[in-house]
T-cell receptor, first 112, second 117 residues
Framework: NAGVTQTPKFQVLKTGQSMTLQCAQDMNHEYMSWYRQDPGMGLRLIHY???????DQGEVPNGYNVSRSTTEDFPLRLLSAAPSQTSVYFCASSNTGREKLFFGSGTQLSVL | AQTVTQSQPEMSVQEAETVTLSCTYDTSENNYYLFWYKQPPSRQMILVIR??????QNATENRFSVNFQKAAKSFSLKISDSQLGDTAMYFC??????????????FGKGTKLSVIP
């Protein structure tokens, strides 16, 4: 089983550029979420989804968009990258949201 | 908003010894879940242990156990017989229902644990 797959693993952007971080899971999980991890801050929830067509904001949603057109995929879009979005991004999924989260391996993003 | 506090930014322990990592949280909820996640240098997030708030019995997973004090809003992690592979960042996390069948997970800032040979 692949589990949760995130691409790319590393990315460098210039300020103002847009990009999409991809996340896919093959466990038929309904719940998917995106976190960012900054030094000394732990992980903070950006957006989450409880099923196809349903998304909601987390703690730090500004500057990010998500959509959930299929159960498997939950991409995260940066509309206009800013240096403050330099971080490590994790995608995670679970069956119901209150169980163990399965994490992807993370994307290290640098915005110059 | 829920807050999760890990008051020990860094800790160290001798191999084979026991160490306890502390975590406190603030909530008015009665139904919630608590977790400890481990993040080794590989960056992978790994679930260590999970506790349901309505269960009075403390969760255990092999060498890992928790001391869950609901009234004190405390959720500490005890690692027995520490091994070099336990060296990692440890995150305490709180999860509550947030409506429409969804849940929100809030993490503490983490404790960096070093196991010394």
């Amino acid at each position: 089983n692949a589990g949760v797959t995130q691409t790319p693993k590393f990315q460098v952007l210039k300020t103002g550029q847009s990009m999409t971080l991809q996340c896919a899971q093959d466990m038929n999980h309904e719940y998917m979420s995106w976190y960012r991890q900054d030094p000394g801050m732990g992980l903070r929830l950006i957006h989450y989804s409880v099923g196809a067509g349903i998304t909601d904001q987390g703690e730090v949603p500004n500057g990010y968009n998500v959509s959930r057109s299929t159960t498997e995929d939950f991409p995260l879009r940066l509309l206009s990258a800013a240096p403050s979005q330099t971080s490590v991004y994790f995608c995670a999924s679970s069956n119901t949201g209150r169980e163990k989260l399965f994490f992807g391996s993370g994307t290290q993003l640098s915005v110059l | 908003a829920q807050t999760v506090t890990q008051s020990q930014p860094e800790m160290s322990v001798q191999e084979a010894e026991t160490v306890t990592l502390s975590c406190t949280y603030d909530t008015s909820e009665n139904n919630y879940y608590l977790f400890w996640y481990k993040q080794p240098p590989s960056r992978q997030m790994i679930l260590v242990i999970r506790q349901e708030a309505y269960k009075q019995q403390n969760a255990t997973e092999n060498r890992f156990s928790v001391n869950f004090q609901k009234a004190a809003k405390s959720f500490s992690l005890k690692i027995s017989d520490s091994q070099l592979g336990d060296t990692a960042m440890y995150f305490c996390a709180f999860m509550k229902p947030s409506g429409a069948g969804s849940y929100q997970l809030t993490f503490g800032k983490g404790t960096k644990l070093s196991v010394i040979p």
